[in-house]
């Protein structure tokens, strides 16, 4: 079970962190990642880490914005979202997978339950 939060409202160039909590005791075997959802767009992926944190891989659009990463004693991750943009506005959800640090829904077996961010310009 994963439960994501910290999501609000906050302008433009401003910064917000999200977290999600995972259950179970397994949690280091999963590729954690982050997508999100805006208002009639499909998801989107944003950013991944694999089970060990190592390894990460992220969208174009946050890239050297947003940074991922995960503390597996505590079974969280997060997402630290800095310079947002208006663009930005969307549902984010949490996912865990075993199949890659990719941006395939399909790959990913659990999902939170999102949390709303809001960039106003």
């Known amino acids: 079970q994963l439960q994501a939060f910290g999501g609000g409202l906050v302008q433009g160039g401003g910064s917000l962190r999200l977290s999600c909590a995972a259950s179970?005791?397994?949690?280091?075997?999963?590729?954690m990642s982050w997508f999100r959802q805006a208002p009639s767009k499909e998801h989107e992926f944003v950013a991944g880490?694999?089970?060990?944190?190592?390894?990460?891989n992220y969208a174009d659009s946050v890239k050297g914005r947003f940074t991922i990463s995960r503390d597996n004693a505590k079974n969280t991750v997060d997402l630290q979202m800095n310079s947002l943009k208006p663009e930005d506005t969307a549902v984010y959800y949490c996912?865990?997978?075993?199949?890659?640090?990719?941006?395939?829904?399909?790959?990913?077996?659990?999902w939170g339950q999102g949390t709303q961010v809001t960039v106003s310009s």
């Open positions: 179970g005791r397994t949690f280091s075997r999963y590729v």
């Open positions: 996912a865990a997978g075993r199949f890659g640090v990719v941006g395939i829904r399909r790959l990913y077996d659990y």
């Open positions: 880490i694999d089970g060990s944190g190592g390894s990460f």
